[in-house]
């Protein structure tokens, strides 16, 4: 089990939270083998488990991987990361002034942060998309 900082649970919960998008971005019924890597997806039922399990998960603080859908969760957290939009609009906010810099300082830390944790779960490199 991995305790997250205020920002890295922030950065993953902005994707997590949107568990439609998770269950089409990893489900059989949108890949059919044609996503990256020849990926198939994932069978409804057990992503959405994973993805339960991942988000309760991260509520609490924590990042952890089950013995029960592993392969699954790992995926979760890739397209977390890979599939994000958190810092789209940081540069804007920080020039606008609604993000002070030394907090959007903090976010980019905490987002080099999760693609380290991320990674290494993974055991293959994951980008976050920064722009």
Do not use: Y
């Not at 900082?5 to 269950?23: A, F, G, N, P, S």
């Not at 599939?83 to 606008?96: R, Y």
């Amino acid at each position: 089990m991995i305790k997250l900082k205020k920002w890295e649970r922030e950065i993953l919960l902005h994707r997590l939270e949107l568990t439609d998008c998770l269950l089409e971005v990893l489900g059989l019924e949108e890949n059919e083998g044609n996503g990256p890597g020849g990926f198939s997806g994932f069978p409804a039922d057990k992503l959405a488990t994973a993805l339960e399990m991942q988000l309760s998960t991260v509520e609490l603080g924590f990042i952890e991987i089950s013995i029960v859908n592993p392969e699954i969760e790992r995926e979760i957290l890739v397209e977390c990361l890979a599939g994000s939009t958190f810092f789209g609009g940081l540069d804007e906010a920080v020039a606008c002034g609604d993000i002070h810099r030394s907090t959007a300082n903090r976010m980019i830390k905490a987002g080099k942060s999760l693609e380290k944790m991320v990674s290494e779960l993974a055991g293959r490199e994951v980008s976050i998309q920064w722009h």
